[in-house]
């Protein structure tokens, strides 16, 4: 056989293989996971709640510290699909029914997930003061918003490393407030948050270094009291999901 007829069987030989290569590669990639946690989009600019939280804090808390908690959940979901299929309540409150080598990785990252998805929905500039039945359950429930404030700055500060403090919600619309460590939610216990306050270090240390007491009085010309008022008839109605 002449080399001009070796090289064209080679070439011939070669795409063949190409081609049966192909289905299987585009397979693959439509096989792949597609990611079901989702970073949510913030409402405003990272620089709209300055000069009370830094741009830059907003920024690296949205974008690596809940970020990291998305890809953690999505790598999770992998192996471990009924993660994703449950809504997020379910699977906090049922955190036992989950196989003890993701159960401390679950926990952590998706009360992180629905902690911090919170936290960016109850902030934003112009937020308004507290009215309607939301101050009403906080007359009832909390003594009032210079007390509930002043129970909540504390509840925070007495927080020991990181953790959060919650004003949580039941069906009834009752109001009651807890402190809660690490990324742990309420929902574990079969609560809903209303709203919270994150007080980890990277919330705030930018700007308020170990002056956690400066930054917890500050963090409240940051609430939009719109939005709290919708969560609080959705919880109310029983569809707020986190």
């Known amino acids: 056989m002449s080399s001009l007829s070796r090289r064209r069987l080679f070439t011939a030989a070669a795409g063949v293989a190409v081609a049966a290569a192909a289905p299987r590669m585009v397979?693959?990639?439509a096989m792949a996971p597609a990611g079901a946690f989702k970073l949510p989009a913030l409402a405003y600019p990272y620089n709209a709640l300055e000069p009370h939280?830094?741009?830059k804090t907003m920024e690296i808390h949205n974008t690596r510290h809940h970020q990291a908690f998305v890809?953690?959940?999505n790598n999770f979901a992998k192996d471990n699909p009924q993660i994703a299929e449950k809504p997020i309540a379910d699977v906090l409150a049922n955190l036992s029914a989950l196989p003890d080598t993701i159960r401390t990785g679950v926990r952590n990252s998706m009360g992180g997930h629905a902690n911090h998805t919170m936290f960016w929905e109850i902030m934003g500039p112009n937020g308004g003061k507290a009215g309607g039945e939301v101050l009403a359950a906080i007359d009832r429930d909390l003594g009032g918003m210079e007390k509930m404030t002043n129970d909540f700055n504390a509840a925070g500060g007495r927080v020991f490393g990181s953790g959060w403090v919650f004003v949580n919600v039941?069906?009834?619309g009752k109001l009651s407030m807890?402190?809660?460590p690490n990324q742990d939610n309420p929902m574990m216990d079969g609560k809903l948050a209303l709203f919270?306050?994150?007080v980890w270090e990277h919330a705030y240390y930018l700007n308020y270094q170990n002056r956690r007491p400066d930054y917890l009085k500050a963090w409240w010309n940051t609430v939009n009291w719109t939005k709290i008022s919708e969560r609080y008839a959705a919880a109310k109605a029983g569809k707020l999901a986190v």
Do not use: P
Request: aromatic content about 6%.
């Open 196 to 198: 919270g306050n994150d």
């Open 27 to 29: 397979f693959a990639q």
């Open 170 to 172: 039941a069906k009834d």
């Open 53 to 55: 939280i830094d741009a």
């Open 71 to 73: 890809t953690n959940l």
């Open 178 to 180: 807890e402190t809660r």
